[in-house]
């Protein structure tokens, strides 16, 4: 099959699933179709440039053979001259002969040359381009001295991971200052990612606090290897600050939490279309920060933006009264009002969240570009705890699952195929010098549970079985049930590729 036909069946593989996943199926099968006839049509052009580079090569080839072939007569003239030269008593004209040939031949040489450059060029351009694409994003990755290098290979060598993230929202990344404990659901990924990958979760990760102005730089400089704290995935980020999103750990949207004694929750309907002349507590650096100015400007609101560095700083300006309100992800705001609703810092001043959701925040893990291998695992450590809960394993039943679902059945063939490949195949990720190990999902588990236990531990009681869906989780900051964050089976839109 040839390389067009294999790259648009692969582009209809991808998309096809999607089908399913929002609006019209007949308007996005007429999108997927017309998708296809413009990525064909690039096929057929890449195609014909390849075919006309072909027969450039041809040309080209010709030409230097004619020129060698000048150049080899004109060499042989050179010669004769120098002999008769060499015997003649008068030599003023054959030497005035002898230079010019010798000028004509460097000149063909030099032509000779060019053409010869342009031919390997073409020749590359032709025949190796199939290598590179092949090869992919090998050679984008390099370290400090040049050389290729793999994250995967990096950590291993050290012996352990840094993972960049947050210290100050509970739920998803909290220090505890009196116990030194740090817990939420972006911790539980960090620790399921090292587990992954043959490391202790709880002695081989370095957490590197990693603030909404200097993460990305963190990240492109190799000060953290992956990071994963709260970050929006959007298209300047993917695009410009040589970073490749893996998977969405949070579905979350902007929210505002607003002080009771400026803005009274009852007179503002609990609407954050009241706030007009607000000061409002926004980190610098942060995506929070333009979808703030696009909801107030479109709705004519005036406001005034008080920059800060992070949450921490927000907060004391939040309480000091610097700032009549705080926006950030929803989720961050809910845990900064149950924290000061329980801490006292208010002084016995009421707070309120309004009732809109600002944007669309989807929240994941970050690598650096062209870190392919490491990506993969990054990504799929996640689907896998989605899966794992999908499919009722958990941290307690990995290993009995691992072995009933790999079974023989009477008719000899494996009790559970799928479930088996999840828990005992590392589908070929990793490096050449590291590849992961094949029971690598059920280390997973043992380090983060699935990702209903992971939730649970998060922002519930802890009290989670892992298998009886979001309704059975208790105590709960933040609800996953009737969200976006709740399984595809549930209504949520959290969902993992298949595991094969």
């Known amino acids: 099959m040839d390389r067009g036909k294999t790259l648009l069946i692969a582009l209809m593989m991808i998309a096809m699933p999607l089908a399913g996943c929002a609006g019209d199926d007949a308007d996005l099968v007429s999108q997927l179709e017309a998708a296809a006839e413009d990525n064909q049509a690039m096929i057929d052009t890449l195609e014909a440039n390849a075919s006309t580079d072909a027969t450039t090569i041809a040309a080209l080839e010709v030409e230097i053979a004619t020129l060698q072939g000048q150049i080899t007569a004109l060499s042989g003239q050179v010669s004769a001259l120098e002999a008769q030269i060499a015997a003649a008593g008068n030599t003023t004209e054959l030497e005035e002969q002898n230079t010019a040939l010798i000028s004509q031949v460097a000149a063909l040489q030099t032509t000779k040359s060019e053409l010869e450059a342009q031919l390997e060029v073409r020749i590359f351009t032709v025949e190796d381009i199939d290598a590179y694409w092949d090869q992919g994003y090998e050679y984008g990755l390099q370290d400090g001295q040049g050389n290729s290098a793999s994250t995967l290979d990096t950590i291993i060598e050290r012996g352990s991971m840094k993972c960049g993230v947050k210290e100050s929202q509970y739920g998803m990344g909290y220090l505890d200052s009196a116990t030194g404990v740090r817990s939420g659901l972006d911790i539980s990924y960090c620790q399921a990612v090292a587990a992954a990958i043959g490391l202790n979760p709880m002695t081989d990760v370095e957490y590197i606090p990693a603030s909404g102005s200097d993460r990305f730089e963190k990240l492109a400089s190799g000060t953290i290897d992956v990071l994963i704290r709260t970050t929006t995935w959007t298209a300047s980020r993917d695009a410009g600050l040589d970073a490749d999103f893996a998977g969405m750990n949070f579905f979350d949207g902007q929210g505002i939490l607003i002080r009771e004694d400026r803005f009274p929750a009852a007179a503002s309907g609990n609407s954050a279309t009241a706030l007009d002349g607000a000061n409002i507590c926004v980190g610098i650096g942060t995506t929070t920060e333009g979808n703030m100015q696009d909801w107030f400007s479109s709705r004519n609101i005036a406001f005034t933006p008080v920059a800060v560095n ?167 900051l933040i609800s996953r049930a009737g969200t976006l964050n709740a399984l595809v089976s549930e209504g949520g839109i959290q969902y993992a590729p298949p595991m094969r």
């Open 310 to 476: 992070d949450a921490s700083e927000a907060t004391a300006r939040f309480i000091d009264g610097t700032c009549d309100a705080f926006t950030g992800d929803m989720s961050a705001m809910v845990a900064k009002k149950w924290q000061l609703d329980n801490d006292g810092a208010m002084n016995g001043v009421d707070i309120w969240i309004a009732s809109e959701l600002m944007s669309k925040e989807p929240l994941g893990a970050a690598t650096r570009d062209y870190d392919t291998e490491w990506n993969e695992i990054v990504a799929w450590v996640w689907y896998g705890m989605v899966t794992a809960e999908e499919m009722g394993v958990t941290a307690a039943n990995a290993a009995s699952s691992a072995t009933d679902a790999c079974a023989t059945n009477s008719g000899g063939s494996q009790t559970d195929p799928a479930m088996c490949r999840l828990l005992t195949d590392s589908f070929g990720m990793g490096t050449a010098a590291n590849p992961i190990s094949m029971t690598w999902m059920q280390a997973v588990l043992g380090a983060a549970g699935n990702y209903g236990e992971a939730y649970d531990d998060a922002f519930c009681d802890g009290t989670y079985d892992g298998v009886s869906g979001s309704d059975a989780m208790t105590g709960c």
